[in-house]
Structure formats: structure tokens, C-alpha cells
């Protein structure tokens, strides 16, 4: 008569299963920690022009341009912007910005935060006129704003060199850079002219005149007049 025997592997099997269930867990754990830590990696502090200090949770993908430079530079960089400043259409710059759903800003509300919010956008742009409301942007929609102040021809690479860096299109801000800057050097008349220049801009019934340290007056200074 044979005896027969029977061997149950029942705790080794359910030990192997507990090993498998631990490593599987460490797994996911490790790799939830992985994306945590690319997602914080992808943060930077933007420090804008009027020494602001602006933490982006990651580089911005749909950006409002509450200024009409903003619209032209972000078309430049090969990154159009969600959403452009209802202006004239003749002033839209470049002509596929006009196809762009346009947010009214006004000085005495600044931007329409409900046109911004269906922008869905995470990240404006704005400039030092409109400064006062863009703390009022980061609490109700919790959207960072970051303000640009071009004063000069000269400030017009500086920022497409700042904008480069928190767009990870430094490349091609650079390319834009020098291009201009090139440009520049080439039409700018080393010696006086002696022509003097009475720029104004009218607004209404008021009228004002464009000092040496402005936008045109840079111009002129660099074509030689005063």
C-alpha cells in the first residue's frame, strides 16, 4: 500500500503574495514621490519689473496679454497668447491676434476678470498702469501676474530675454534679442542732428507731450534728434 502525501504550499504562497504587495506599493510610493518632485523642479520665481517677486507653478501654457506689446512678443516667441486688450483692430498686432478673444481693460476697473477666468488661462500680463489690480487677479482667480514696463527700444530685448527664461524658450528670446538689438545699432545716428521734436498724444480732450525718457522719445534720441 503507497502512502501518499500531500503538501500544501498555501503560506509560501501567501508570503510571496505579502512580499509582492509590499514592493508593488513601494513602487507606486517612489513614483508618486518622482512626480512630486518634477512638479516642484518646474517652479521658478520670476522677479517682473517693478521687483515683484512671482512663483510660476509651471511654465505657462495659456497666457492672457492684457498689453498689446505682450500680444506681439508672445507671437514672436512662437507662443500666441489665449486671449488679447480690446483695442482698436487697426492697432492688433500681428493680424492673427484679431482672431484672439479680446479682455476689456480699463483704467479705472482693469482687467474684466470674468473674460480672464473663461480664458482659463495661468498666467497675465499686464503693465505698471494697471499694476494696482493685479493683486485682485492672484486672489479671485489665483492667476499670477507678472508686469512689464517697456519705457525704451531698449527694454525690448531685455524682456524677451526675462520672457525666454519662464517660457523655456530662452533660444529663441535670445535670437529675437540680437536680432533686434543688431538692428538697433545699425539705424542709430551716433551724432546730433540738431533736429528737435515735439511728440504729443491725445486722449480725449487732453493732450500730452512724450518726455526724452519715454517710449518715442528713445526713438528720436537714437535717430539723432532731441
Not at 476697473?109 to 495661468?122: C, R, S
Not at 538689438?181 to 539705424?187: D, F, K, T
Request: hydrophobic share 45%; charged share 20%; with cysteine.
Amino acid at each position: 500500500m503507497s502512502n501518499v502525501f500531500i503538501v500544501s504550499r498555501k503560506p509560501e504562497l501567501m508570503k510571496e503574495l505579502h512580499v509582492s504587495s509590499i514592493v508593488f506599493l513601494l513602487i507606486v510610493a517612489l513614483g508618486l514621490f518622482h512626480v512630486r518632485c518634477l512638479a516642484e523642479s518646474e517652479a521658478i520665481t520670476v522677479t517682473d519689473d517693478l521687483g515683484r517677486r512671482v512663483t510660476l507653478k509651471r511654465v505657462p501654457e495659456r497666457i492672457v496679454a492684457g498689453v498689446p506689446f505682450a500680444v506681439e512678443m508672445l507671437y514672436a516667441l512662437g507662443h500666441p497668447p489665449v486671449a488679447r486688450p480690446e483695442i482698436e483692430s487697426a492697432y492688433v498686432r500681428p493680424e492673427p491676434a484679431l482672431k484672439l478673444p479680446a479682455v476689456t481693460v480699463s483704467h479705472g476697473t482693469g482687467p474684466n476678470l470674468e473674460q480672464v477666468a473663461v480664458a482659463n488661462a495661468d498666467l497675465m500680463i499686464l503693465s505698471p498702469t494697471f499694476a494696482r489690480f493685479a493683486a485682485n487677479a492672484q486672489q479671485t482667480l489665483g492667476l499670477p501676474v507678472l508686469i512689464y514696463d517697456i519705457r525704451s527700444i531698449h527694454d525690448v530685448p531685455r524682456i524677451y530675454r526675462q520672457m525666454g527664461q519662464w517660457m523655456n524658450a530662452s533660444a529663441k528670446a535670445e535670437e529675437l534679442a540680437t536680432e533686434l538689438e543688431v538692428q538697433l545699432s545699425r539705424l542709430q545716428i551716433k551724432e546730433s542732428t540738431g533736429l528737435r521734436v515735439m511728440a504729443i498724444f491725445g486722449a480725449g480732450e487732453s493732450f500730452f507731450a512724450f518726455l526724452p525718457d519715454s517710449y518715442l522719445g528713445s526713438m528720436v534720441s537714437a535717430l539723432g534728434g532731441e
